[in-house]
């Protein structure tokens, strides 16, 4: 044993010198021998390359990946001896002062190294590497933990009563009193060992819960999976320079050595981590041959193909043809959604009096997304704090459905269901993509109050029942105007997106009803030939090629959208209130376009995108204010039936009017403001 051991010590020393880890390491102990202090730990970090280490020597390979504790030792005489012999660090004394981190770059991309808590056996055990993945939805804040001790015996006469004879270094999974004890005693002399303060040494940690990806697809309204599957957060240790590396409602890959933490009779599986590493979501390269034929057969006009997607979109929830604005607003809102901050945002409210399957229809939307959140009622939406279960007493960010639903949807429902400290919260998020947790240092045992700030990078969806008996009814409405009374006018305008979705006329409600009817007999039947043609899968891949396109405004639409921002905050002014057009206006124009523009899979923003746009906040803004003197038609998207090729022909004319109607607007109402015109 003592000759594969001193293999492995040369083997070790070899791949330090071929992978520039000795120079690492002289460069770290000549930071430990400039500061001229003596520690009880000297802590190293080693960056272990599992590929090379075992092609240089298979033995110290496999050492590493299934007994990393051992495998640190092997590295702790190398590195003591390398600082005795080349004399790196005067202070050093004893070999059991240095501590070895050994930090794998990745692990085989086999079953066996892949820890999930969500499959059985779960082997906390063994002590070795494994690669597991989650979201982090719960975060403690960074506090301290003993890193090392010095003790002395407290025997005058024994020769251990100075020096650095006894050493305690944290291992993986052990808790503080397993570190740092007083019922130690010396070999030597049996007489009890007392630990020297002086020489501590702290480091930084934090507590982090984790949990299996596919939670996200259980906090969906609707889904075609039926499969089973358990799910449970599992604790993640991060410590030292891993301290805030991670940011609740991120996906990561972590690797790390799990262990079981006693907390009086309570257990807790957890894992050590090693490394972190951020999981970008990757879309796919493609959309199906259908969406590819589709766009090809549409390419004469900028407004056929959305229109198109809009009017089969989600016929497995309602009948092609209907509710068509209301779809286009989910799609251009689905394609708007990325994980960056300060993007592009498209928030959408609706009024309706159809309930029901208006909810479905979100719920059925929500799904095509990877993190599409419906957000239960009787909870949070927001993050809030509580204490740390594993029994530190200190504060626990938990995250809640606007974190989880991160490049997203979040699904809020009913909007009046709402008390008004909640609609507050919600307004002062839309309008600026952060919430601020306060912690009372007094109730978790700090010395100071903290205030932790969130971005949250998700669309919020919500809707309100026009036919609530909430509604205060009110007599001096503007024409155009909805009665909002229900709703706070400022949380109304933070809003991006107001869509009025009327309940179908009767020419529109039978197809409605028989749909229904249908469903609730056949819930898996395929209603319509269109459902086999666009399947929710090619949905998915479409939104996903689509939502990842990068887009720029063409001059042509930038002087579109800016021309008609200037006249509509001219025209929309009163002498009390000022323009009831706010700058935020500006912003959502600019996002519609884009997301118009994505949907139509194009990477640079026309002045038709601008002016589908344009009618859809046009027709927003007078709900909200009544109308303006652009005066545009009641549904101005769709203002036709779409059945057949005459219809689309039928609306691209209409579309064509609106534009040349909006082009007299700017020049009527926006002065100073130059726009070309082609005269046909």
């Known amino acids: ?166 050493i305690r270094v944290h291992l993986p999974g052990a808790t503080e009193s397993a570190t740092v004890r007083n019922d130690f005693v010396c070999g030597l002399c049996s007489s009890p060992l007392q630990e020297d303060m002086k020489f501590r040494v702290l480091g930084d940690k934090q507590i982090v819960e984790m949990i299996d990806a596919k939670v996200l697809n259980a906090l969906k309204g609707y889904s075609n ?133 208006i909810d479905r229809l979100l719920n059925y939307s929500l799904c095509l997304l990877p993190r599409g959140i419906r957000h239960p009622p009787y909870s949070d939406i927001f993050p809030s704090v509580s204490k740390d279960k594993h029994g530190t007493g200190s504060a626990s960010i938990q995250a809640c459905s606007a974190v989880l639903a991160k490049g997203g949807i979040c699904y809020i429902g009913d909007l009046a269901s709402y008390k008004k400290d909640k609609l507050e919260l919600l307004q002062s998020v839309l309008e600026s993509r952060m919430t601020t947790v306060f912690i009372p240092g007094k109730k978790y045992g700090e010395e100071a109050d903290q205030q932790v700030t969130i971005s949250l990078q998700t669309n919020f969806w919500s809707y309100v029942d026009s036919s609530s008996k909430k509604h205060i009814q009110k007599d001096n409405f503007l024409i155009g105007q909805m009665d909002m009374s229900l709703i706070p006018p400022n949380l109304v305008d933070a809003f991006g997106l107001l869509i009025h979705n009327e309940f179908p006329s009767c020419q529109q409600s039978s197809p409605m009803v028989h749909h229904i009817l249908k469903k609730a007999i056949h819930p898996e039947a395929m209603l319509y030939k269109v459902s086999q043609q666009f399947r929710m899968q090619d949905y998915e891949e479409f939104i996903s090629f689509a939502k990842n396109l990068h887009v720029e405004l063409s001059p042509e639409a930038e002087s579109l959208i800016q021309g008609y921002y200037l006249a509509s905050r001219r025209v929309r002014r009163d002498s009390i209130h000022g323009s009831t057009v706010s700058a935020s206006a500006l912003k959502i124009l600019i996002s519609l376009s884009k997301a118009h523009a994505k949907l139509s899979l194009r990477k640079k923003v026309l002045e038709e995108d601008a002016l589908i746009a344009i009618l859809f906040l046009e027709s927003s803004l007078t709900l909200k204010h009544g109308k303006s003197a652009l005066c545009i038609a009641p549904n101005p998207v769709f203002p036709f039936d779409l059945s057949d090729e005459n219809s689309l022909q039928q609306r691209d004319s209409y579309l064509m009017q609106c534009h040349h109607q909006l082009l007299k607007f700017i020049g009527a109402y926006g002065p100073g403001i130059h726009i070309n015109t082609n005269e046909e």
């Open 225 to 357: 999976d039926k499969s089973h599957f358990r799910i449970q957060t599992f604790t993640v240790f991060l410590r030292d320079e891993l301290a805030n590396k991670m940011k609740i409602g991120n996906h990561y890959k972590i690797i790390g050595i799990p262990a079981c933490v006693q907390n009086g009779l309570q257990a807790t599986a957890c894992i050590e981590v090693n490394s972190v590493q951020l999981c970008k979501p990757r879309g796919p390269s493609f959309v199906s041959d259908n969406f590819k034929d589709l766009l090809s057969l549409t390419a004469s006009s900028c407004w056929r193909f959305s229109a198109i997607l809009a009017n089969i979109f989600a016929s497995q929830v309602v009948p092609p043809g209907t509710y068509n604005t209301l779809k286009l607003a989910i799609l251009l809102s689905l394609v708007q959604t990325c994980e960056k901050e300060n993007a592009d945002y498209l928030d959408l409210l609706i009024v309706t009096t159809d309930t029901l399957v």
């Open 1 to 166: 044993m003592h000759r594969e051991v001193q293999k492995m010590r040369e083997a070790a020393l070899v791949y330090l010198d071929r992978s520039g880890g000795l120079q690492k390491f002289v460069q770290d102990c000549k930071k430990y021998s400039d500061s001229k202090q003596s520690y009880a730990v000297y802590r190293f970090i080693i960056s272990i390359n599992p590929s090379d280490i075992a092609e240089l020597d298979a033995t110290l390979g496999n050492y590493i990946l299934h007994n990393p504790i051992q495998a640190a030792q092997i590295f702790q005489s190398v590195c003591f001896i390398a600082i005795k012999t080349l004399s790196l660090i005067e202070q050093l004394q004893t070999e059991a002062q240095i501590s070895i981190l050994l930090k794998p770059t990745h692990l085989p991309p086999l079953p066996s190294y892949v820890l999930s808590l969500a499959a059985f056996p779960f082997n906390y055990t063994s002590q070795r590497f494994y690669m597991s993945e989650g979201i982090a939805i719960a975060m403690g804040i960074v506090t301290k933990y003993t890193q090392g001790a010095r003790f002395l015996c407290t025997e005058e006469t024994c020769q251990f009563s100075k020096g650095f004879r006894y």
